[in-house]
């Protein structure tokens, strides 16, 4: 029997390697205090890990509930045809997680008692997240585990996945969906269909096609140095970032309007490629659930661009001359930031 089967998923006070595991963040969720934590958790066995991330999974089921949702004032889940705030939500129920076994079992008995957990947790500017990293611990737990596999000489395969681990408290399964009836009738990967979240931007630019591979990509016991080569500041992926800011920005956050939530539409993600392999690539927008993901093709004297600020007005430039050609974005109220920003 593995770790996990010997803990009850309705118990928190029986999820010892969960609790053992976030001792360190000290009930604390601030950017320094997750980093140190990430740091001290990182010594541990990955069997222990993958252990208190199921745990945290079934926190997850406990708390991620229609009922808890609609408690955690701005940006409350307050039906299917409404806005709902699941990034911030999923923010508060890490902030109950944080807290420990009693307050996770408290809540779950109360949903009216999260509010206690809101403060402090605001609804967030959606220009935010493309210069943040806030990523429900779920992920962070998972991206430990990895890390500590990684720094033990993991084996070439993919790593397997936790068998009940849960990314957030609002990734739903057949059975979690029966927690939110407003939701009945819907599957699991369409559950958030037509649902805008506040904090989200409708925007992505990813331009890491564009960076040379690095060598740390062939050694699976350095792949915090990949993430280090892409996050520089001078690299093309920092420079999507940037780009995607600039275009949200000008274009405002409420782009997507009824033709696009009618196509469950809800993120349009532009995907940079050079010009000497577009043709083995994706030439066409295509629709993944909410996701239409959009090809951009550099011609070879855009690729040469090297500094950071030149790096980013290209993509600034290509990206809107793209947009150019996406009806749901290119409406007659958005033509002309369009066209001013595609240099036309």
């Not at 000008?250 to 392999?277: H, I, K, Y």
């Not at 090809?295 to 070879?300: E, K, S």
Request: charged share 25%; with cysteine; glycine share 8%.
């Amino acid at each position: 029997m593995g770790l996990f089967g010997r803990r009850r998923a309705a118990d928190p006070s029986s999820w010892d390697e969960l609790w053992e595991a976030l001792a360190p963040l000290g009930g604390r969720l601030t950017p320094d205090a997750v980093a140190r934590w990430e740091d001290a958790v990182v010594t541990s066995p990955p069997a222990f890990l993958e252990a208190a991330s199921e745990q945290l999974g079934h926190a997850y089921r406990l708390l991620g509930t229609e009922a808890h949702a609609r408690e955690i004032g701005p940006g409350a889940f307050a039906g299917a045809d409404r806005p709902f705030a699941r990034l911030r939500f999923g923010r508060v129920v890490d902030a109950v997680v944080a807290s420990g076994a009693d307050a996770v079992a408290r809540v779950a008995a109360d949903p009216a008692a999260i509010r206690s957990y809101t403060t402090g947790v605001p609804l967030a500017d959606p220009v935010l997240a493309f210069t943040t990293d806030a990523v429900p611990l779920g992920v962070r737990l998972l991206r430990v585990r990895d890390r500590a596999r990684f720094e033990r000489g993991a084996e070439l395969r993919a790593p397997r996945p936790p068998r009940r681990a849960e990314l957030s408290p609002t990734d739903l399964d057949k059975d979690a969906l029966k927690a939110w009836p407003s939701l009945a009738g819907r599957k699991p990967e369409r559950a958030w269909a037509g649902i805008t979240d506040p904090e989200e931007p409708w925007l992505d630019v990813d331009a890491s096609n564009l960076d040379p591979v690095p060598d740390a990509l062939t050694d699976p016991t350095d792949a915090g140095a990949v993430r280090g080569i892409l996050d520089a500041p001078g690299s093309w992926f920092s420079a999507g970032s940037a780009a995607a800011e600039r275009l949200f920005v000008a274009l405002g956050p409420d782009v997507l309007g009824a033709e696009a939530r009618a196509a469950s539409v809800g993120l349009v993600a532009l995907e940079l490629q050079r010009p000497d392999t577009a043709d083995e690539q994706q030439a066409e927008p295509e629709q993944w659930a909410e996701m239409l993901t959009v090809p951009v093709t550099l011609d070879a004297a855009e690729t040469r661009a090297s500094g950071a600020q030149e790096r980013v007005d290209v993509l600034v430039r290509a990206c809107a001359r793209r947009l150019l050609d996406v009806p749901l974005v290119a409406t007659p109220q958005n033509l002309p930031t369009l066209t001013r920003l595609a240099g036309t």
